[in-house]
Each structure stands twice: as structure tokens, then as C-alpha cells.
């Protein structure tokens, strides 16, 4: 949560106090200014802003119950959902204790103060907007990794590979020669998902979708790399199977795509900061939800790069150009 | 490039697998133009020698040049002037018969590798098949296949791992009369198998048991330098004379052929002995004769956990 306060006075500390001792909201920003807390926003730097009017306190004291505005990102409603309606209750008895003596008449009747809720990206709070976009991660993750584990062992099985190997061919053109081709069927399910988000689910596409098209490429190198990076261990078809599972299921679990990633104990988050998942899910959802740009999206696209070169370089220096 | 008279030319080659001794200080050297036969029994160490040879297994020892390249460091100039036939048939199975030819041109980078798959496609009878998948075809056509994709990209050296087991004999015959026309034009085929009905195709032979040289040269130096003489016996009786053969000094191996038994031994004075006592009761009869390549063979792989010395000469 990010805090915009207008004011600093003690009416204003112990909303913020009683906010975090709800155990939903934790102050991590101050931002300066409406427009700096926006793009912290925007980046899901936080999922919520809370905006403390100027002079709180005095209108507070006057009974004129003053407006609290609380902005949410509610891309994903099962990340937020609770987070609000907690707000309610606290609502009414946040500022009891500060209300005493002349003020106490405040504290029994209606609340003092007027706290507005603003669903931002996903006003109507419909889950399928959240789902429809990450699911598109998680099939590619599953058939990318799949379906290039899968060729590379058959090579091996059948015995294809050895002729592969007594041919001049180099490590990188075979594996260039793998990826291809799936990062074209990759484009191909991409196509087919969107469509569907748009015409039945009605997801909303805000952001570009050429800026979404070009990260494409590197989220589906980067599965494809894992996948092959599997054929150099694995023996056969079955292991392959297996070892994509394994990728699979974490990444399924604890990229925020089951489960909000900000409400995961702290070793999960950080298994799932190492997921490429993790951050395509921020990229597709930032661009298709909230319009994101390419600046808010960096560094997601820099840690997908990242991801990438390492899965990428084991996979070359797995292979082997031998038999052994 | 000052091409090397010698197309294979090694010298303690080893290989472990798991601490298992596969191949080991194995030397051989293969002059250019010849037709090499590479014989031994099942799980001795042939096909991991051939891929020692074309760089797809890395020695454990050992050097050595193919075609003038080291064999450790060169095995890319190596591929590239080398065909090699796999033992499995290895081309996919899920490509036609001409993708497959495609595909090895284009993996060789070939300039007109049309041209040359349509040639490769006449020479083979496959022109009106070339749809065919690969996975399709009998075992002497996957064998014609190979070969052709393998002689693609005009290789100096062939290397040929059992290429001739589940063919035919008369689809073998034939394979064997391309083999000696790549010889005549300046190719060197190194085939490997583990039978030796063939063996006298080759103009050379190197027999290995377990990991093991055991001897090599033209048949006759092989012959020769096993050192060994030899008896067929046949008539009434045979049975009871094979089994006390098998007891008697200087008979160190007793192999029955067809209706006869081949008695042989490098001990030539107490072979005759033993012979003359087991062919006492009438209606027996033995004959000394040359030791067949068979014999020799054999007589070397019984022998082979003890390396024979005498068998071992210097390469022809
Ligand atoms: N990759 C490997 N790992 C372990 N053992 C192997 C491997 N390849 C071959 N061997 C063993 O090495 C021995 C020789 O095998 P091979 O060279 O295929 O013999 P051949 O071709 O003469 O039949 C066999 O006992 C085989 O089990
Ligand atoms: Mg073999």
C-alpha cells in the first residue's frame, strides 16, 4: 500500500496504524505526489493507494466527515477482495481512541469520516479478466517446455540423434532449429486465447499488443529453453515428461497465477521471483489490464531476459556434441 | 593439403564406460582406397570404435588422424569427410525418402543439393517412391537409403556399422558391388559385422574380442599368424570322437561343421597325436587342411581373455 497524506496529524498516523494492524495493508511507499503513487500502481509496485485529503483532522473535528479515498488495483478481485471488505469494519471504529473528550460524540454516531473505494483496471471486480490473460502463460509454459523436451529425447530414443551428431550441424543451430518452429505455434495459441478472451470473456485490452507480441518472443524462448535444457538430462520421453512437471506445477502455483502472488508466504514469493511465469503474468495483465507501457514493464521484461540467457547458456553447455 | 596415405591411422585408443574397460589400446591403421573389414563378436567394442573414430565419443586414451585430421581435436573437419551408416537405422522414419535425402543436404549445406538428391534418388530406383516415409520401407531398402545419405555429401572415408545384418543375400550382394566400385574410385569403406561369411569381400580384416585387437592384416597374414593347424574328421562315430577330442591335449577347440568336426590347435605335434588315437575306430577319417578364416577366428576369441601373442602382427 502507498500512502498519499496530504496532512501528517495524529488522526491521520492512526488510521494508517489501524490499516496495518488489520494485517491486509503494509505502508511500503510514500509517494509524493498523485502521480508518482499512480504509476507505483500501475507497475503493482502496490496494490493499493490510500489518499488523505488536506485538512483531515479539521474537517474531522468539524463533523464534516471528511472523504477517504482508497484506490485499489483490482486486476486481480481474489488479491484485493478481502483487503476491502476489512475496510469496512475498520471504517467504523479506526478513530475511536483518538476521539475523545469534546470529539466523543463523533466516535457513536455514523463514522467520521467517509471512506471511498475505487476498484481500479477491473471496476466490476470480474475474475475472468484476471484468469483469461494468465492462463495464456501457463499453456505456453506447459506445451513450450513440453514440446521441446519431448523432440530433443525422441532424437535420442529413436537413434536419430546419433546421425544429428555425425553431421557437421553446430549445438546452436540445432537448437535454433528446435525453437523455431515452436515459437511459431506458440504465436499460434497465443492468437487463439486472445481471440477467445475478447469475444467470450470480454476481456478488456487496453495496453498494445505489439508491445505484448514482442515480449512474446522472449517469454516463449525462455520455456523453450528450459524444455530444452530437460532433453539434455533427460534419457527418455517419460523423464522429460516428468522433469516438465516439475517445472510446471511450481510454476503454476507460486507465479500469482493460483493464488495472489503478494498473499504467498515469503519463501514462496521468492521461489516464484525466479519463475518466468511470475513476471509474464505482471506484463500481460499490466499491458492488457492497465494499459501498461513499455517503462512501467522493464524490469519484468529484464528479469524474462535474464531468465532466458541463464536457461540458455545451460542448454548449450549441457548439450553435447558427443555420445558420452 | 598433403592427403595422408593412411585414411584411419590410430593408436591406443580406449574407452571406459563406468570403469568397464571397453576398448582398450586399440591401434589400427587403414590404408586409402581399401575395403576394411572390422570383425568381431556382439558387445566387443565395434561400433564404440567406429564413433571414437568420427569424434561422436571422446577417447579415454589414446590418439590418431582420420584422413590426416586428429581425431581429438578435428572431429569437425572430420564430419564433414566422413559418412557414416549408424548400426540402428537412423534417418526419421516419419519423413519420406526424399525429405530425408533433403534434409542431410541441407544439414551438409550443399550448393546444388537438388541435383544431387535427384541423382542419388536415380541410383537408388526410388524416383517414383520418393513420397514414400522412410519408416515404411523393408530392411534392405532402409539400408539402400542410408547408404545413399550417408555417400550424400561425397565423403574420403566410410565408415559402415554392420550394414549388411536382417539383408537379404542377394540385396547384400549387390551392396557389396557398390561397395568395391567406391573403392576402385579412391573411396576407403571400413564395415564392420559380427559374422564372417564376408569376410573374404574385404581386402583387409582387423578382428577384435572384448575391447581387444587381436589381429589384423589381409585373410591369409590373419591365417598365417595364428599359427594354427587344423583337422576335419568325419564318418561313423563322430560324437564319441568330438568328445574325446575335447578331452585330448593339443585339440583346443572342437567345431562341428555340418556333417564334419574341425579339430584345431597351435600345439602341431600333439594335435596329430590326439587325432591319430580319437580316429583309431574304423570308419573314421581325417585330413589335415588350411585353417579357414572361421577357425582362426574362432580359435582367437576363446583364446582372447589372454591376448594370444603369437595372433598379434603387425597391421598389413
Ligand atoms: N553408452 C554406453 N554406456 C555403457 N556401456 C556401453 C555403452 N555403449 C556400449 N557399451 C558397452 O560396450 C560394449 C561394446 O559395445 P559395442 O561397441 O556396441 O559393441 P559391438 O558394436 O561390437 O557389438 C558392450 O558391452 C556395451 O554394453
Ligand atoms: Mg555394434
Redesign the pocket.
Known sequence: MAVVAAEASPFTRSLVRSLEASGYFRVVAQPASEAAAESLMAQGEVQFVLHLPAGFSRSLARGERPVVLVEADASDPAATGNALASLQALNLSALDRDLAGPLAHLRASAPAFELRVHRRYNPEGITAYNIVPGLMGVVLTMTMVMMTALAMTRERERGTMENLLATPVRPFEVMAGKIVPYILIGYVQVVVILVAAKLLFRVPMVGSLALLSAILVLFIAANLAVGFTFSTLARNQLQAMQMTFFFFLPSMLLSGFMFPFRGMPGWAQVVGEFLPLTHFLRIVRGILLKGNGWTDIAFEVAALAAFLLAAGAVALTRYRET?? | MEPAALAIDVEGLT?R??D?V??DRFGLQVPRGQIYGFL????????????MLCGL?TPDGGSGTCLGFDILRESASIKRQVGYMT?RFSLYEDLSIAENLEFVGRVYGMADRRRRVDAALGQLGLEKRRGQLAGTLSGGWKQRLALAACLLHDPKLLLL??PTAGVDPGARREFWEHLHELAHGGMTVLV?K?YMDEAERCHALAY?AY?KLLASGTAQEVVAGANLSTWAIEGEGLAAAAAQLRAAPGADMVVPFGARIHVSGTDAAALAASVARATAPPGLKATPIEPGLEDVFIHLMRSAPEPVSAARQAPG
Open positions: 555420445l558420452d | 574407452k564406460f563406468d568397464k571397453v576398448v568381431g563378436p556382439n558387445g566387443s567394442g565395434k561400433t564404440t570404435t567406429i564413433r565419443l548400426q556399422d554392420e564392420s559380427h577384435i575391447g
